[in-house]
């Protein structure tokens, strides 16, 4: 089975619309704010073939899913896209991970001037394979609700993710669980960098179709943690590197 990336998670906690405007403030054009049949809410930043979510709860509620109330704000998830959730949480399971039973996701969609129905399947874990890190699955039931063209038009043009970069004080031991959780064979030349005595390795790196995992030595990380993400405009030079101390919550809002 292969895996692409799907998107990367930014929790906003109750802050959902100061953290869309720090991006719109960047020149990305952003979806409009949706409500999960879970409770949630989320903006989106759609690119190419994976998309940054925006998520959260509105501001002055409380939050409705356990799962998420206590989530730090900022880098919160890595999600990785499936095209057979109920094949996904087989292969997990037969892997030795601990995946939860296929969950069904729906959220209201604006294309156009009409509002349709998004459905997803998601496989989510009783505990992540990676200490530090947010992980699941995605399958995506209705892709032309959420890859709408009108989203994917940014003002500053970058439309592409590059790559993710995370951060671990045993990056060969992540690097080796990812290996395994999505079920990747053959890298680009890693054995040196496996194999050095330094003791900053790497970084070691995880290509998927659709982007690139990076894994760098922090020796002072008690557990992994994702450190940034690269946007670019496909086929140019620009890109735009954002980590978590760009990413401001206000301090009227925790």
């Known amino acids: 089975m292969q895996y692409e990336f799907d998107h990367l998670v930014i929790m906003a906690r109750d802050q959902i619309s100061l953290v869309a405007k720090q991006f719109s403030d960047l020149g990305f054009r952003l979806s409009a704010k949706s409500t999960h049949n879970l409770g949630s809410a989320n903006q989106l930043i759609v690119l190419d073939s994976t998309y940054l979510e925006i998520l959260g709860w509105e501001a002055g509620t409380i939050p409705q899913r356990a799962e998420i109330a206590n989530l730090a704000f900022g880098l919160d998830a890595l999600v ?41 399947k998601t496989v989510r874990f009783s505990q992540q394979p990676i200490e530090g890190l947010r992980i699941y699955f995605c399958e995506h039931l209705t892709p032309n609700f959420v890859w709408v063209k009108a989203d994917q038009q940014h003002p500053n043009q970058l439309n592409h993710l590059q790559s993710i970069t995370l951060g671990s004080a045993n990056p060969a031991e992540t690097f080796f669980v990812l290996q395994k959780l999505l079920q990747l064979v053959k890298f680009d030349n890693q054995t040196d960098a496996l194999n050095s005595t330094s003791q900053k390795p790497g970084p070691l790196q995880l290509h998927l179709p659709n982007c690139v995992l990076k894994i760098e030595y922090q020796a002072k990380m008690q557990v992994a943690q994702i450190i940034d993400f690269v946007l670019v405009q ?11 101390t760009m990413l401001r919550a206000s301090t009227t809002h925790q």
């Open 80 to 120: 990785f896209r499936t095209s057979n959730a109920e094949a996904c949480f087989n292969a997990l399971k037969e892997a030795g991970f601990t995946p939860n039973a296929v969950q069904d996701l729906s959220r209201p969609a604006q294309v156009g001037n009409e509002i349709k129905q998004a459905f997803f």
């Open 234 to 244: 496909e086929g140019k030079r620009a890109e735009l590197r954002i980590n978590q």
